[in-house]
């Protein structure tokens, strides 16, 4: 069993101004078939959340969360348990087109090498994504991966107690980040982040910046008016694997089975930035339709 909590989502107009973008956003949402997203007012923002400010919000009811580690584990389960092996500690270092499919070249941990072949490659390297893509004879400029940073603060207990819900401000327009918002987790954690940094190489760049707390606490202490500045701790970071440029329109996710560009069953997931994670079974069933071709 997975752990989750149907704990609903508000995204929050604290001006005018905003409230014109979450309208837009629930127009966006139906167009999309989302149908249970409401628009609120400050009276029922003050039933769900208490503690936060809004003028207006959208109150997405049938937004979740869910215990991550627990969903890797029963996928790992899953492939185990229907005769697939997973290699750990073992980086693909080869990959070469030949009759009827590929050869790949692992590297394992001790430095030792070892070759397979496939008649199917599934490209979903994340942050290497592009460069596996590469390494087949699939160069492209277009989707090159942009190393996208996010950073997180932890709200500090007691004041984790006030927020039962997701808790998003309006997003920047050009996408790059869904804006500083507010998570929960299985055990009552809150945590505010993340925030967009691009690195300028693609370096594993996993440090907290320690100095971002007054950036984070007056980003978020417009809708969190209880917040003291000392409420917040530096917590952790990710990396986003995007396709989007910097100051570019956000891209959607690329997943396609390169037949078109002579690599026939060799399927690339470039770019499976969020929402990656909460459409993972989605992408999968995707994939798998592209595989019974
Ligand atoms: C800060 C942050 C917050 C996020 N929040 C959310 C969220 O709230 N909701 C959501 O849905 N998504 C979220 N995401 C996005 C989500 O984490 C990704 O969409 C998802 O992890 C992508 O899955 P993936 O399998 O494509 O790539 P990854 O999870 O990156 O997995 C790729 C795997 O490939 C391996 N790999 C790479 N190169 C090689 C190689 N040469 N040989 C062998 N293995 C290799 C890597 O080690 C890694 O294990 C967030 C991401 C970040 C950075």
């Known amino acids: 069993e997975i752990p989750f909590k149907k704990c609903g989502k508000i995204i929050v107009a604290t001006t005018e101004d905003e409230i014109r973008i979450i309208e837009d956003i629930l127009d966006t ?33 049938s937004t979740g969360i869910v215990d991550t580690h627990s969903l890797m584990k029963s996928l790992e389960t899953g492939i185990i348990l229907n005769g ?34 496939s008649r199917m490659v599934i490209n979903s390297a994340g942050l290497a994504s592009d460069l596996i893509s590469e390494m087949a004879g699939l160069a492209d400029e277009k989707l090159r991966i942009n190393f996208c940073k ?20 309006v997003p920047a327009h050009n996408l790059e980040g869904i804006g500083i918002h507010v998570t929960i987790d299985m ?42 500045y000392d409420d917040l701790s530096p917590e952790m970071a990710g990396i986003r694997p995007k396709i989007q440029r910097r100051g570019e329109p956000a891209r959607d996710f690329y997943i396609r089975e390169e037949s078109h560009r002579g690599m026939p069953g060799f399927i690339n997931l470039i770019g499976i930035e969020s929402p990656g994670l909460t459409s993972c079974l989605a992408i999968a069933n995707y994939v798998r339709e592209m595989i019974s071709i």
């Open 187 to 228: 055990k009552g954690g809150v945590k505010l982040g993340p925030d967009v940094s691009w690195l300028s190489s693609n370096v594993f760049d996993y440090k907290v910046t320690a100095s971002k707390q007054d950036e984070f606490f007056r980003s978020v202490r417009k809708f969190l008016p209880f917040l003291e």
């Open 150 to 169: 996010g950073e997180y603060f932890r709200l500090n207990p007691p004041k984790n107690r006030l927020i039962n819900r997701l808790v998003y401000p």
């Open 84 to 117: 697939g092996r997973i290699a750990y500690d073992s980086e693909v270092t080869g990959i070469r087109k030949i009759a009827g499919g590929y050869e790949i070249t692992i590297t394992d941990s001790d430095k030792s090498s070892f070759t397979f072949t």
């Open 29 to 61: 949402a139906a167009g999309n078939g989302v149908n249970d997203l409401e628009l609120i007012d400050r009276d029922r923002i003050a039933e769900l959340e208490p503690s936060v400010f809004a003028l207006k919000a959208v109150w997405s009811p």
